[in-house]
C-alpha cells in the first residue's frame, strides 16, 4: 500500500531529522509550575538547546510531569544529565536520562 510506505518513509525521515538536531533527553519528575522556558533556561548552562517540549494533557492542558530536550551534542548531553539528574526544580526532583532509540522494523 503506497500510504503505509509512504507513512514509514516519513517516520524514518523524522526520526533521522531528530537524531541531526542533537541528542534528546527524557526529563520526568517535573511541577506542574514548570515550563519550557524554566527547562530550556536550565539546561543552557550545559550547551546549545535546539528544542523543548514538556507534555500536557490534551484536555486540561495540565502538564504531565515530563517532558524532552534536544542538546546539540553527546558532551554537552552527558554533562546535563550529570549535572541535572537527581536535582530539585520548582520543588520536585528531577530525572534526566537520554532517549533510547528503537530500531523496529
Known sequence: DDREQRDHR?????????REDGVVLFVKGLSTRTENKD???IFVKYGTITKVNIMYDPH???SRGFGFVTIATDDEAQAAIDALHGQEVHGRSISVERVRVSHRK
Open 10 to 18: 516519513d517516520s524514518r525521515e523524522h526520526r533521522e531529522a531528530d
Open 60 to 62: 486540561d492542558r495540565q
Open 39 to 41: 527547562l530550556s533556561d
